[in-house]
Antibody
Framework: EAQLVESGGGLVKPGGSLRLACAAS????????MNWVRQAPGKGLEWISSVAGGTSYIYYADSVKGRFTISRDNSKNFLYLQMNSLRVDDTAVYYC???????????????WGQGAVVTVSS | DIVLTQSPGTLSLFPGAAATLSCRASQSINNGFLAWYQQKPGQAPRLLIY???NRATGIPDRFSGSGSGTDFTLTISSLESEDFGLYYCQQYGRSPWTFGQGTKVDTK
């Protein structure tokens, strides 16, 4: 059974940085596209970044491009999100999610972590 | 970007009733690449439907999806107590992958 566990959330001041991690287990991590999806308090879901299995292809939503960096360590089965220049409107629960099959275009999210809470406030 | 508009915003129904949720896209979604998720308070979303009409593993057959092009529907044939919550559609036909704003199904 695939399992995803996020860590690294917390309270940070505007302009600060934070790194989220997602530990994956129960599946062949290196063969799947991995993603970050966030949800602001009381709001809907927003996809923010993807990295394909081989790390060659990386995508960002415009809202985080240039500030956030996604990466993965296939030897350790970890996904990361480095968040810099954080803003108040980045406050959200950040979910790590596995995409079913990036290469066939089937980027729907079949497994999710429990989420990491990031609060940006002075 | 493809904008997904879900309706209604809230659906108030009795257990046992049928629920029909709509998701309309601002552009045609390639290959019917539309998914539905359920989310309960304090929990992560759960995949229900992919490819517009395919149930994910372990999803009961009272959940069904239909539609193509720009109009998609999630139907719950007979609501059970555990079905009350938020429902989101997501398109993956074109990057950036986008979600609808959600429909809340609550008990009457």
């Amino acid at each position: 059974e695939a399992q995803l566990v996020e860590s690294g959330g917390g309270l940070v001041k505007p302009g600060g940085s934070l790194r989220l991690a997602c530990a994956a287990s129960g599946f062949s991590f290196g063969t799947y596209s991995m993603n970050w999806v966030r949800q602001a308090p009381g709001k809907g879901l927003e996809w923010i970044s993807s990295v394909a299995g081989g790390t060659s292809y990386i995508y960002y939503a415009d809202s985080v491009k240039g500030r956030f960096t996604i990466s993965r360590d296939n030897s350790k089965n970890f996904l990361y999100l480095q968040m810099n220049s954080l803003r108040v409107d980045d406050t959200a629960v950040y979910y790590c999610a596995r995409a079913y099959d990036f290469w066939s275009g089937q980027v729907y999210f079949d497994h999710w972590g429990q989420g990491a809470v990031v609060t940006v406030s002075s | 970007d493809i904008v997904l508009t879900q309706s209604p915003g809230t659906l108030s129904l009795f257990p046992g009733a049928a629920a029909t949720l709509s998701c309309r896209a601002s552009q045609s979604i390639n290959n019917g690449f539309l998914a539905w998720y359920q989310q309960k308070p304090g929990q992560a979303p759960r995949l229900l439907i992919y490819g517009a009409s395919n149930r994910a593993t372990g999803i009961p057959d009272r959940f069904s999806g239909s539609g193509s092009g720009t109009d998609f529907t999630l139907t719950i044939s007979s609501l059970e107590s555990e079905d009350f919550g938020l429902y989101y559609c997501q398109q993956y036909g074109r990057s950036p992958w986008t979600f609808g704003q959600g429909t809340k199904v609550d008990t009457k």
